[in-house]
């Protein structure tokens, strides 16, 4: 196994020898969501696939909020890695490992207290409400090992290591199926053995990483970094707050058009439900370039090279634009028949939702290079160490994505919906690239002073 050094060499091939294996980890990851997906819908029924797309905001508030203190945890071990300083890079680690275990119990009791208020307070379908809490009930018990996955190929990130968490999630990937396979459309288990196969799933995926990370000596932490020391713990705190509240807001935002959704009834779910399964595999590249570009800016940031940044970036958000494009392309010639294949029931039922799903997917694919360019920038930003702008992008997501939700219905129809996600990422865009630009500048002014 092999960390990368990315303060030399030519950035964008740098980038994505990193993107490159989290993108096809993240096509695994994706993958397994695509099969409970289908598995569910295909086996089980529209009402088990609306079921699982009603709790589908809310299981992301949660994992956006133990996503994001690991990801900015692991910010200041890029940069400790790129200033070459491994004794602070261990004290980083030791001090990550005690906050997220503090972190992430306390999450998991609030996710599952919340719950069943929660799902009432979304309108949710009667006929669909406990496939919903039997689901979220399942995943929110496993938070702590979604943490601890996190927290842990974040930490191989941060190194330069794309490789490892590839291999974690291709595991994950596999095992998921086959459980799927097994609890849904073999026992008989309906969405609870989906939920059950992921959280499996992920244990076996962080096993991996924590097998790959006890072979890297340097970053091993000792007894004394597992220690909490004040200063580090707050600068910890400093940095994944801010993401973590970013992601939260725009999950609440996502209930908020979730409780939106749902009066539309069980068919339109479906349907809704469908296409922002497929959301997560349009957005696989954008997710990937994104940590890509984290760990890059985080080095360079320490080993003081805003050039490279500067030209990092460039380059990533092209890269970024030109993937949206291929895959707007492939989307609209094999969309529609990928939306179908989560689909059963009456003829009817079918055709209504697939309708809907393709409707939503058309929208979403042609402003696709808009999500490219928010992840990347985003990225960037919490990189660089500033993650507050990040979380004000997170705010506009959350104010454009309620207000169009909320607003748009009553005037253009159910399309309306759909035009809160698109309006919701723009709004995200208007905010993080003047903030890049505006923070590239500072560093460069900052390294003149120095000189």
Known sequence: MSVRNMTEGRPIGLILGVAFPLMLGNVFQQLYTVVDAQIVGSVVGVSALAAVGAADWFNWLFLGVVQGLAQGFTIPMAQAFGAKDHAKLRRCAGN????????????????????????????????????????????????????????????????????????????????NIGLDLLFVAGLGWGVGGAAAATVIA????????????????????????????????????RLGLPISLQNAI?????????????????????????????????????????????????????????????????????????????????????????????????????SASLQIGWEFLRLMILWLPVLYLLHIYRSALQGMGNTVMPMASGIAEFVMRTLSALVLPGLIGYSGVFWAEVLAWIGADLILMPSYFVSLGKLFHSQKIQA
Request: glycine share 8%; proline share 5%.
């Open 250 to 350: 725009i999950g609440v935002g996502g209930m908020v058009v979730q409780a939106i959704v749902n009066p539309f009834g069980v068919t339109f779910i479906a349907g809704f439900t469908a296409t922002n399964k497929l959301y997560g595999v349009l957005e696989v590249a954008a997710i990937s370039y994104g940590y890509a570009v984290s760990t890059y800016a985080g080095q360079n940031l320490g080993a003081k090279k805003p050039e490279r940044i500067r030209s990092g970036i460039r380059a990533s958000a092209l890269t970024g634009i030109i993937t949206a494009g291929v895959i707007t392309a492939f989307m609209f010639l094999f969309g529609r028949s990928i939306i179908g294949s989560f689909i059963s029931g009456t003829p009817e039922e079918v």
């Open 202 to 237: 992920q244990l076996c995926s962080f096993v991996f990483c924590l097998y790959r990370l006890s072979r890297i000596a340097f970053v091993r932490p000792a007894k004394a970094d597992l220690r909490p020391e004040v200063p580090v713990c707050a600068n910890l705190m």
């Open 96 to 175: 990550a490992i005690v906050l997220s275990v503090v972190t992430a119990a306390l999450i998991t009791v609030i996710a599952l207290l919340t719950l069943s208020p929660v799902l009432t307070l979304l309108d949710t379908p009667a006929e669909i409400r406990p496939m919903s809490t039997a689901y979220l009930t399942i995943l929110f018990s496993g938070l702590p090992v979604v943490m601890a996955y996190n927290l842990a190929a974040g930490v191989l990130r941060a190194l330069g290591d794309g490789r490892s968490p590839l291999l974690a999630m291709v595991i994950a990937a596999l095992i």
